[in-house]
């Protein structure tokens, strides 16, 4: 094989996969899946390429002849139809979040260890520049031992929110929970290090007025503090505070390199500063920065998210193809989600810390075979949890519709 036939699932975000999948040398795009039909056929239109299939229906789409899919549906429902892609003998490429329970968490890892079938985790923020030069500076020992770490995603959504939750205020993106969209400040944390985290501790900004605004039922953004198997500490902050950031920060026992801030004048997310003594208590440091750039920089830089999105996409189908690559596999997803959903039960328990079970063993999957505690009704049943804190505040109709009704507008000017 020396193309790797994909289908995609979901045409918001898969549109991402999809412009890789038609651009990349070692893919090719054969099946789309959406439910949203004007949208599907809207984008058959756009891409006029008879090689590929439309399917409504993922059962359908998934019997389509083809190797890979792309699970870009809602964050909260990547792990069922993982399964069911595995168990057709399909590799899995999943956006982010890999499960919503414990109960979909352990199913999921012992459906990939049956099928032997390939799961990428799509965290892209693993796959960001600065993200990628600092494991390889980590990694290369020029830090030292890791001792502390910062990850942020502040994303303030509120001028899009009518875009992506189309004024429906059963929209997951409505009532996820603040620890919930974890992984983007967390991943390259456990990615740089590969280190597993034992415990958190959660923390909930308050239900300010831009949520209200927004008509999401969770508190402004989330804070997990992370200890690692080593016994370093990870503060990770996500979720809709004012202004955007995505900003990575690692400290070891030799100094400390982080990505640029957002506002500094000189440069974006992708330049470095290292500052690293030459060996550990010598304090010979320079301050040295730069824009680190990646193997097909090129190809990438047009991708989003740093060029990322390209670089997710392009291990998941190399590892495939059985060369080299470095794919997020599902235990590391799940350092990487886990520390989320532990955070809000710390939050519920008054910030009561709480282990993190490693479900690379059987004796710890077998405590939570049956934790369906989320805050999606129709999977949680009596588990059910509020999604803020202190109960789930009150949104009056008229936020939704008003929300509803820039999206149809912003939809018809569109067009
Ligand atoms: N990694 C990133 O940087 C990044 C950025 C944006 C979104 N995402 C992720 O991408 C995913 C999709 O997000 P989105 O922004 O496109 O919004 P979304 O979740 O609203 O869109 C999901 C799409 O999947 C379709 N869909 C859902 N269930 C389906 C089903 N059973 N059958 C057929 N079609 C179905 C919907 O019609 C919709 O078009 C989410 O998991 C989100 O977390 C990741």
């Not at 389509?64 to 429902?77: F, G, I, K, R, S």
């Not at 303030?156 to 983007?184: L, Q, V």
């Not at 740089?192 to 900004?205: A, H, R, Y």
Request: contains cysteine; negative net charge.
């Amino acid at each position: 094989m020396d193309k790797v036939r994909v289908g995609v699932l979901g045409i918001g975000r898969g549109q991402s996969m999809i412009h890789y999948a038609k651009q990349a040398g070692n893919a090719q795009l054969v099946a789309i899946c959406d439910y949203y039909e004007e949208g599907l056929q809207n984008l058959k239109r756009e891409l006029n390429d008879p090689s590929i299939t439309y399917y409504l229906s993922f059962d359908d789409f998934i019997n389509h002849p083809m190797d890979a899919v792309v699970l870009a549906n809602y964050a909260t429902e990547h792990a069922p139809f993982a399964m069911k892609a595995l168990k057709k003998g399909l590799h899995v490429f999943s956006e982010v979040l890999p499960v919503q329970t414990l109960k979909e968490a352990i199913e999921l890892i012992e459906t990939i260890e049956e099928t032997h079938k390939i799961y990428a985790y799509g965290e892209n923020y693993c796959y960001m520049p600065a993200v990628r030069e600092m494991k390889r500076l980590y990694q290369e020992g020029k830090l030292g031992s890791f001792e502390y770490g910062e990850g942020e995603y502040i994303h303030n959504c509120e001028p899009i929110w009518a875009d992506i939750t189309y004024g429906d205020k059963h929209h997951w993106r409505n009532r996820m929970y603040a620890t919930f969209y974890s992984t983007h400040s967390i991943g390259p944390l456990i990615s740089i290090t590969q280190l597993k985290p034992v415990s958190v501790v959660g923390f909930e900004l308050p239900y300010w007025s831009r949520a209200k605004r927004m008509g999401k039922l969770w508190g402004t953004a989330g804070i997990e503090m992370i200890t690692l198997e080593n016994g370093a500490i990870i503060k990770s902050v996500h979720g809709d505070l004012g202004k955007n950031s995505i900003w990575f920060s690692i400290y070891g026992s030799k100094g400390r390199i982080e990505s640029a801030r957002e506002d500094a004048q000189c440069g974006d997310i992708e330049r470095v500063y290292v500052n690293l003594d030459s060996e550990e208590g010598k304090h010979d440091s320079t301050v040295a920065t730069y824009e680190p750039k990646e193997l097909h920089h090129e190809c990438a830089k047009d991708f989003g998210h740093g060029g990322s999105d390209y670089y997710a996409m392009y291990h998941f189908i190399e590892k495939i193809l059985g060369h080299d690559a470095e794919i997020i596999d599902i235990y590391q997803a799940l350092d990487m989600f886990l520390p989320g959903l532990f955070a809000y039960r710390s939050i519920l328990d008054g910030n009561q810390p709480k282990k993190i079970p490693n479900l690379r063993y059987k004796e710890e999957r077998d405590l939570y075979r049956h934790d369906v505690a989320c805050t999606d009704p129709k999977i949680a049943q009596d588990q059910l949890l509020p999604c803020y804190s202190k109960g789930n505040p009150e949104v009056s109709q008229e936020v939704y519709e008003s929300l509803k009704m820039t999206y149809e507008s912003k939809k018809k000017a569109h067009q």
